[in-house]
């Protein structure tokens, strides 16, 4: 498995951004395609974005399309979510994961998951 570290959640007001960072070590980082998923105070965990391993792909939830980024430095080990214009709805754990198989929206593809770093967006 791959091990994750998330950084760069913090409070932020409503239209501000913010830079998560997630930093993989174990298995080889650039194999697996990584995502991003929330999860607000009872509510599901929810997916957010995903990028392809050689970063040629990407994905995005409708909620954050046009406002998050996902982007990927296999050198560095590392994947991003750039997160701009945020909103209150926004407000919620962010994880980061790297995927195993099957659907990439779901959280059951993913088999290594970081510990989450929390995002607050005020009105």
């Known amino acids: 498995q791959v091990q994750l570290v998330e950084s760069g959640g913090g409070l932020v007001q409503s239209g501000g951004s913010l830079r998560l960072s997630c930093a993989a070590s174990g298995r080889t980082f650039s194999k697996p395609a990584m995502g991003w998923f929330r999860q607000a105070p009872g509510k599901e965990r929810e997916f957010v974005a995903v990028i ?11 909620s954050v399309k046009g406002r998050f980024t996902i982007s990927r430095d296999n050198a560095k080990n590392t994947v991003y979510l750039q997160m701009n214009s945020l909103k209150p709805e926004d407000t919620a754990v962010y994880y980061c994961a790297a995927r195993d198989t099957g659907s990439i929206y779901s959280p059951l593809s993913y088999d290594s998951w970081g510990q989450g770093t929390q995002v607050t967006v005020s009105s």
């Open 52 to 62: 392809s391993w050689n970063a040629y792909s990407t994905y995005y939830a409708d």
